[in-house]
């Protein structure tokens, strides 16, 4: 089981661009990277998922270098309302891998 | 188009009760999830279904029991509630094909 390891919180300004990266040396082969966004009292929400090099969707780009040993999720201009937890898990494309821990995720804030 | 539907959201129980927390998912997922997350920690996989009749133990299992009589839904049960399962419940449910988790909103309980 892949274990990961991203930076417990960030600080950013509104209208500036986030990257959140997340390490991952033991991913396996069939491993894939799945991101998701947490506000407080609510569900964990998925955000973007990717095997290699880049994926884009409308919230957020995915970058995965060659040995996938690590990943950075990017947030473009973000908003106060992008302040969240957000997780990586790296596992079973459907699953995240069936017995996934999510970690304590990296608390992002955005301020005015 | 509801996603995972939890029941109850809020609950509190007496030390020795018992409960079920009710899982509902409308996307046809063959895997589903519970998890607790305590304040400030990140989720913790409680008991899983890979489809339905099939259970299986998680992270921290002990003082729970599930059940998934159909496919769309997932039973969490407490026999015998402790003030150490004091907690939020998340429910998820997932693909095969993948995409990630989709999750509830949450039960929060709190035992007394």
């Known amino acids: 089981l892949a274990k990961t390891t991203q930076p417990i919180s960030m600080d950013s300004y509104e209208g500036q661009e986030v990257n959140i990266t997340c390490s991952h040396n033991n991913i396996a082969t069939n491993d894939y990277i799945t991101w998701y966004q947490q506000f407080p009292s609510q569900g964990p929400r998925f955000i973007i998922q990717g095997y290699k090099t880049k994926v884009t969707n409308e919230v957020a780009s995915l970058f995965i270098p060659a040995d996938r040993k690590s990943s950075t999720l990017s947030l473009p201009r973000v908003s106060l309302s992008d302040t969240a937890v957000y997780y990586c898990l790296v596992g079973d494309r459907g699953t995240g891998g069936f017995k996934t821990i999510f970690g304590a995720g990296t608390r992002l804030f955005v301020k005015a | 188009n509801a996603g995972v539907t939890q029941t109850p959201k809020f609950r509190v129980l007496k030390t020795g009760q018992s409960m079920t927390l009710l899982c509902a998912q409308d996307m046809n997922h063959e895997y589903m999830y519970w998890y607790r997350q305590d304040p400030g920690m990140g989720l913790r996989l409680i008991h899983y279904?890979?489809?339905?009749?099939?259970?299986a133990k998680g992270e921290v299992p002990d003082g729970y029991n599930v059940s998934r009589l159909k496919k769309q839904n997932f039973l969490l049960g407490l026999e015998s509630a402790a003030p150490s399962q004091t907690s939020v419940y998340f429910c998820a449910s997932s693909s095969r094909q993948g995409g990630g988790y989709t999750f509830g909103s949450g039960t929060r309980l709190t035992v007394v």
């Open positions: 279904s890979v489809g339905e009749g099939t259970t």
